[in-house]
Nanobody
């Protein structure tokens, strides 16, 4: 298993930006495809973005395409989520997740390692 720790959340005004980071430890990071998910108040956990093991392929939820960018640095064991043009509906706890088996994964139940989450609040 890989251990994951998110950071970078906070309070931001609508239209602003935040960059989330996820630090991994315990296993060679290049073996893992990574994803970001979020869970808003009273909502189910939903897919946000995913990146392949090498970092060469990405996928995004329609709601964040063009605004969010996922990236992966295998040398530093880090994955990032750059969030621009934030909206109040982006308010949620954001989680990073790791998947050893899939090349690129958008499905939460297939991920086997999760971080503790970081709160993002966007005010209107």
């Amino acid at each position: 298993q890989v251990q994951l720790v998110e950071s970078g959340g906070g309070l931001v005004q609508a239209g602003g930006s935040l960059k989330l980071s996820c630090a991994a430890s315990g296993r060679p990071f290049s073996l893992y495809a990574m994803g970001w998910f979020r869970q808003g108040p009273g909502k189910e956990r939903e897919f946000v973005a995913a990146i392949s093991k090498s970092g060469s392929s990405t996928d995004y939820a329609d709601s964040v395409k063009g605004r969010f960018t996922i990236s992966k640095d295998n040398a530093k064991n880090m994955v990032y989520l750059q969030m621009n043009s934030l909206k109040p509906e982006d308010t949620a706890v954001y989680y990073c997740a790791a998947d050893r088996l899939s090349p690129l994964n958008t499905v939460a139940r297939r991920y086997n390692s999760w971080g503790q989450g970081t709160q993002v609040t966007v005010s209107s």
